[in-house]
């Protein structure tokens, strides 16, 4: 989901670095960020509903790219949307139902890359998506939790009360001091 803006009024505190600069910290990251980008890789097979695990397998790559790195992964989901944004998320939907549309009929075109650039503004990750890489998760032991509402505001929490000592939003490490 995320905050629309929110990472440019964060500028100012952002830090830039590299993720070694964590060995042996707890980083906190955007699950939906890493699901949403990989669902790139299979944004047709959604669409034509096949069965697909491609957005697992990037998030957990990630997972294991943090841990090669000696930092401690704690995954955080998007929970409930915020009342707030109900008019924004019914948007969202319209959009993504046009494009799954304009996709398909290119797909039956036989234009698959553009049928895939259209597909991808069409996905949604659902919370069945999110369980599936919680279950991964499950498996390493890697912490996570299902924040209330959005990640965003959760990651900040998180680290303003020391349980992690950084984010990472999708490729970006910032440590927020």
């Known amino acids: 989901m995320g905050i629309s803006g929110l990472l440019p009024l964060l500028k100012s505190i952002q830090k830039p670095c590299n993720l070694k600069k964590f060995a042996g910290q707890t980083i906190g990251v955007d699950a939906y960020g890493w699901l949403h980008r990989g669902t790139v890789a299979c944004a047709i097979d959604l669409a034509l509903g096949k069965p697909t ?3 697992v397998d990037f998030s957990m790559h990630r997972v294991r790219m943090l841990l090669h790195f000696g930092v401690i992964p704690y995954i955080v989901f998007d929970g409930d949307n915020l009342p707030s944004k109900a008019a924004t998320e019914v948007e969202r939907a ?3 139902e046009e494009s799954k549309r304009k996709g398909l009929e290119l797909y039956r075109l036989n234009k698959p890359s553009q049928a895939h650039l259209e597909l991808q503004k069409a996905v949604d990750v ?3 998506m999110a369980r599936q890489l919680i279950d991964e998760l499950k498996k390493i032991g890697v912490q996570y ?3 209330p509402y959005e990640a965003d505001a959760q990651l900040v929490y998180l ?3 020391g349980i992690t000592q950084g984010m990472l939003w999708t490729n970006m490490a910032t440590a927020l001091k």
């Open 53 to 55: 695990t491609k957005y």
């Open 94 to 96: 319209k959009r993504r």
């Open 126 to 128: 659902t919370p069945e």
């Open 145 to 147: 939790v299902v924040a």
């Open 159 to 161: 680290e303003r009360k």
